[in-house]
């Protein structure tokens, strides 16, 4: 079983000005046109079994449509192969009933974005919301690292994930694009063999510029194979799990570069499903 643990989708209404304005914001060209039609067709060509969608609520008041959407993608999963997460903000003070309503629901897990919704990642609130989740069952997925949109965010860097792991000894955090996007070298150094999944999205795969934009070498810079592979062994093989951020890289492509990456046949099984599957309990 393939298993992609990092997408994006948008409802049908709003998916191509999402994806417009992102990649503007972004100066980076998207792979596919940010609807489930759209993922569905990616994951048939690269083989794709599975795609667990990840929701950010960049507002507080967005967590409820968010949710709602989430279960109702969950109920099609047989058919579609689409896992939704939930969406949760640090600013929801009702965080317990939410956890509670989603693990109630069959949602897997949640998902936060501390530079999105403008937050340190250890700040308290961030601290109950991983504290609570863990308690009801729910996987939880950061981002980790600087965000491509916005180079200044400092939110989510491995000092701030350590300092969450020493307080709230979460049993299933998963850090978005190998640990901390464009923070490899500290990842590397301070977080690798921590008691966390890691997922290898928009970190190996070629940052391409929008439309009418450029990036300057610096600006397309990406994790080198060879320090991935590093990464992957110190980290542990077994708790590395293959996501590409569809749209913003090919899904295909990212299974050809972690296959070409340098790593074993095994090892790349166990990322592309093995660990995956172990995770979300199939
Ligand atoms: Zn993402």
């Not at 099609?76 to 939930?86: A, K, Q």
């Not at 996987?139 to 949109?149: K, L, P, Q, R």
Request: glycine letters at 8%; one cysteine or more.
């Amino acid at each position: 079983m393939r298993i992609d643990f990092h997408t994006h989708t948008f409802p049908n209404a709003i998916a191509a000005r999402t994806i417009a304005k992102l990649e503007k914001s972004a100066r980076t060209a998207s792979y596919a046109d940010g609807t489930e039609d759209g993922l569905r067709a990616s994951m048939e060509q690269a083989g794709i079994d599975y795609s667990v969608i990840l929701p950010v609520a960049t507002r507080p008041g967005q967590t409820e449509t968010i949710n709602r959407v989430a279960i109702e993608t969950n109920d099609r999963h047989r058919e579609t192969g689409l896992i939704s997460f939930g969406g949760i903000h640090p600013e929801n003070s009702d965080y317990r009933q939410i956890l509670r309503s989603l693990a109630a629901s069959g949602i897997r897990g949640i998902k936060l974005h501390p530079v999105y919704q403008q937050t340190d990642f250890d700040d308290i609130r961030y601290m109950r919301i991983i504290d609570c989740a863990c308690e009801n069952g729910l996987i939880v997925v950061t981002h980790a690292g600087y965000d491509i949109s916005f180079p200044e965010g400092g939110q989510a860097t491995p000092a701030h994930i350590l300092t969450v792991l020493d307080t709230v000894k979460p049993d299933r955090l998963v850090l978005a694009h190998m640990g901390g996007w464009r923070c490899w070298d500290e990842v590397e150094r301070n977080l690798a063999g921590a008691p966390v999944w890691l997922d290898t999205s928009f970190t190996t795969t070629p940052i391409r510029p929008a439309k009418d934009t450029s990036r300057t070498p610096e600006e397309s810079y990406t994790l080198p194979a060879e320090q991935f592979c590093r990464l992957v062994r110190k980290h542990g093989c077994g708790h590395i799990l293959f996501g590409s951020d569809s749209p913003w890289s090919d899904q295909e492509e990212a299974v050809m570069l972690l296959k070409q990456s340098g790593l074993a046949p095994e090892e790349c099984l166990a990322i592309l499903g093995g660990n995956g599957e172990r995770l979300l309990q199939f």
